[in-house]
């Protein structure tokens, strides 16, 4: 088929909503069902306020990543393109590999298999290798051909996908577990910060720099070629998924909220989950979260395999499926490596990253703003990075090499230190860019 520029197609309402449904999948891993949950357990009866912290980090991060990449078409690179070769090629290599095959990708394997499968089956080692050895083979099947993936996540599993959720989403409001409990710990003072730093660290902005390669991908095997509407359906994907994910959210904090009575004991998000659908579903119950999460992490991970195979295909003129087969096998050797090393390695690793690229999206989708890119650009980033890596040797366990003046700066504590430095740069600069700009136009006028 003839797919240059002039011959461009246009989505149907169907390819779009496909389109969208694609992206909400690509997103919504476990992380993005388990923190909601664990996050309305605390908040009690101020679930609303932790829950509209939550969405404004949770999904309003991720839309603002998919609409920066819209408007450069699509691809990391060309966000990272006033950070100069070099360094824009070090960070794109690390988000991808972060949220790749290092850590995130082998991750969805082994948290689909404690949630989906030991409650029936038990925990072992070889009961992983099972596992993982059959998920990553159908990861891999559903990756290969990338040509493929909105048919395949956009209009087969998806609405599987969506009517779990709908499931335990109608479930959470018309057969709560019990009342709305009171606010525990911190969220009796702070539950609108709470929900924020929660959604913050579901680290789907991260994610979003990876799939808005795969969503123009996606976009150009259908024979979408015009830049202006890759951009335009990229955005509305964004859209779509926000709106799901913001659904699916709000439920699971009004679910948290009223599981007091059962789940008071419970450590995290997933045990919450748990106890709820036995419950209300009895065994069966089980068996719906097993659906929800390993559909929930099997898309994510086919969205990531995609997005690290077409960048490192490209980068290193290795035809895809080879890279993508590599990438396969590492996850699956390191997904076997079990949860608590992988979250105790990637932990680290992705509070130093993740700084970044918040940055970098706001960055580019404040461009107008000064006239020199690469001095703003620059500056920011150099300085977040500097942040970042404070942040990331605290969680890393290494406070002690974190000097006390990092310690004292707002938001330290939620390793969010980089935040003010970084908003402080970002203006100053903004505002020498411009003087400069003035004082070097006055000569030419006169």
Not at 143 to 156: A, F, M, V, W, Y
Request: hydrophobic residues 55%; glycine residues 10%; proline residues 4%.
């Amino acid at each position: 088929m003839n797919t240059s520029p002039a011959t461009s197609v246009n989505f149907s309402r169907r390819d779009v909503f496909a389109l969208g449904f694609m992206t909400f999948a690509l997103f919504l891993g476990a992380g993005n069902i388990i923190f909601p949950a664990e996050s309305g357990l605390q908040a009690g009866d101020s679930v609303w306020r932790a829950a509209i912290g939550f969405l404004l980090t949770g999904v309003g991060l991720p839309l603002l990543t998919v609409v920066a990449l819209a408007r450069v078409g699509g691809g990391l690179t060309a966000l990272t393109q006033p950070l100069g070769k070099a360094a824009g090629t070090v960070l794109a290599v690390a988000v991808y590999l972060a949220i790749g095959p290092f850590f995130a990708t082998p991750r969805t394997a082994v948290v689909s298999y404690e949630i989906g499968v030991v409650p029936f089956f038990g925990n072992s080692d070889s009961g992983l290798l099972i596992y993982s050895t059959a998920y990553f083979a159908l990861v891999l099947y559903l990756s290969i051909t990338p040509n493929k993936i909105i048919d395949r996540i956009g209009t087969l599993i998806t609405p599987v996908l969506l009517l779990a959720l709908a499931i335990l989403g109608g479930a959470a409001f018309l057969k709560p577990a019990g009342s709305v409990g009171e606010a525990l710990a911190l969220y009796q003072q702070e539950a609108f910060l709470q929900g924020f730093l929660h959604g913050y660290l579901t680290m789907d902005a991260l994610g979003a720099l990876a799939f808005g390669v795969v969503i123009a991908s996606a976009l150009r095997s259908k024979g979408v070629q015009a830049e202006r509407l890759i951009t335009r359906y990229s955005i509305y994907a964004g859209l779509i998924a926000a709106v799901g994910l913001s659904a699916v959210y709000l439920s699971l904090f009004y679910l948290g909220a009223t599981s007091q009575g059962i789940a008071s004991e419970a450590q995290n998000g997933g045990q919450v989950l748990a106890l709820y659908v036995q419950h209300v579903f009895g065994p069966v119950g089980n068996l719906l979260l097993a659906v929800v999460i390993g559909l929930a992490c099997l898309t994510t991970a086919v969205g990531l395999l995609v997005a690290c195979g077409e960048f490192f295909s490209e980068r290193m003129n290795i035809a895809y499926k080879y890279v993508v087969i590599f990438f396969v096998l590492f996850s699956w050797v390191v997904s076997n490596q079990g949860l608590d090393q992988l979250i105790k390695v990637s932990i680290p690793v992705l509070t130093g990253l993740y700084p970044l690229a918040i940055v970098l999206v706001v960055l580019s989708l404040l461009d107008r703003c000064w006239r020199s890119s690469q001095l703003v650009f620059r500056g920011t980033m150099l300085v977040t990075l500097v942040f970042g890596v404070m942040d990331g040797l605290a969680a890393a366990g290494f406070s002690a090499w974190v000097p006390e003046l990092f310690n004292r700066l707002p938001l330290a504590e939620q390793q969010m230190g980089w935040l003010v430095p970084a908003i402080v740069v970002m203006l100053s600069l903004a505002v020498f860019d411009r003087y400069r700009s003035n004082h070097h136009a006055l000569p030419e006028q006169q």
